[in-house]
Structure formats: C-alpha cells, structure tokens
C-alpha cells in the first residue's frame, strides 16, 4: 500500500482534487472519488465507485468503472473511452474523442467539444450535449428531450420525436423536420430557405438564414426571426 494514502485508503469519500498527484492506488471500497485537476495520465479500475470526478486532468485513457453511475472525465486527452455500463450521467467534454460507444444506460451525456463524426443512438439519453464537433448526421435519439447540436457540419437531421429544446444552430441546414414536442428551437446561422410549422414551440430563433418573406404563423411567447440578408426581419413580442 502506497505510504501517503495509508489513511484514507479504505474511506467511502476521498477528496484529492487540485493537487499535483501524478498516480492513485485503486481504493479498493471508496463510493466516490473525487481527482479533478491533477497531474494523472493514467488510473485503475476504482471497482466500487459510485461516482468519479477525474476532469482537468493529463489523461489519454480510462479502465471501464464497472459500478460508477456518475463519472467526470472533461478536460482530458482521451481519444477513446470504453462503455461503462452502470452510468447515468457522463461528462466527457472537451475531449479528443473520435468514436463512442452507445453508453445503454447514460440519461445524461455530455460530448461537446470532441472530434466526433457520427454518434450512436444513445437509448436511454434525456440529455445530450453534442456542440463543437464535426458530426455530418445523427439518430434520432428516441427518448431525449434536450438536445444541444450547435456548431457541427449537419445538413440533415431526423425528427427527435420527444425533444421539447433542440439547438441546431451554426450548421449547413437546408430543412427540417417537424419536430412535434419541441418548445424552444435555435435553427440560427443555417441555409433554410423554408421551415415547417412547429405545433408546440414557444421560442424559436432563426436568425441568419435564407428564409423569404413568408413564414408559418406561430402563438408565440417569444419571437426571435432576422433572415438572410435582410428579406425579412421581424422581432416581437407575443403572448
């Protein structure tokens, strides 16, 4: 056993964070283990935790946390990550990730700025975080309800049967679907030329686009439409 962990080797709760700790034992009964902001390139396994914070660390690569369903790893230098299987929530923002696995239970998924061409379909997700990449086209991730698509190479996507907030802005749209739920829609900076009626929405921002002078009549909480080069520029207030 490592001399300086001696103490806290076998507590439920360890808090390492900003340090200058370059490797850490196993910890062999720790729930939750918090590392962020170190200096570690690598770690084992942490067979019990419940709940891993390793962000803002040097890491290249990770072991599968059989038990972690809370597990923290953005601002490191991973590449790849295996699957985890019993986390619900997921951060692994800030990444070089070029490929993930479909993560069957994750509820929460955060993956913005990453290398990221295509994604899964992430069964469970109700929250999915995808800005800042380079993704061409996605699922239509049949339970999700919030989902962030900003600043991607997007020029199609499917309908996001159950999203109530979809940020689709700074792509290469061209159409839309309806998407029925939704409530707050961002379709700025695209190429639309036409959008659809939107059943539910609230919010809608299409500024930065190709639209004409016609759009659908929309019972609004809040406007927000400034089309492309000035062929129509509305901003109002509604119920």
Do not use: Q
Not at 3 to 29: A, G, H, M, Q, R
Not at 41 to 52: D, G, K, L, N, R
Not at 110 to 135: K, M
């Amino acid at each position: 056993m490592n001399k300086k962990f001696k103490d806290i080797y076998y507590n439920k709760t360890i808090y390492l964070s900003y340090n200058n700790l370059t490797e850490v034992p196993c910890f062999p009964k720790v729930k939750r283990i918090y590392l962020s902001g170190n200096k570690l390139t690598e770690v084992p396994c942490f067979p019990e935790a419940e709940e891993i914070d390793l962000s803002n660390n040097n890491l290249t690569k990770v072991p599968c946390f059989p038990k972690a369903e809370r597990i923290y790893l953005s601002y490191n230098n991973l590449t790849k990550v295996p699957c985890f299987p019993k986390a619900k929530e997921i951060d692994l923002s800030n990444n070089n990730l070029t490929e993930v696995p479909c993560f069957p239970e994750a509820e929460y998924i955060d993956l913005s700025y990453n290398n990221l061409t295509e994604a899964p379909c992430f069964p469970e997700a109700e929250r999915i975080y995808l800005e800042g990449n380079y993704l061409t086209k996605v699922p239509c991730f049949p339970k999700a309800e919030r989902i962030y698509l900003s600043c991607n190479n997007l020029t199609e996507v499917p309908c996001f049967p159950k999203a109530k907030e979809i940020d689709l802005s700074y792509n290469k749209l061209t159409e839309v679907p309806c998407f029925p739920k939704a409530i707050y829609i961002s379709l700025s900076y695209n190429n639309l030329t036409e959008v659809p009626c939107f059943p539910k929405v609230k919010r809608i921002s299409l500024s930065d686009n190709k639209l004409p002078g016609y759009i659908p009549h929309y019972k609004l909480s809040r406007w927000d439409v400034y089309a492309w080069k000035g062929l129509l520029k509305i901003g109002c207030e509604l119920h």
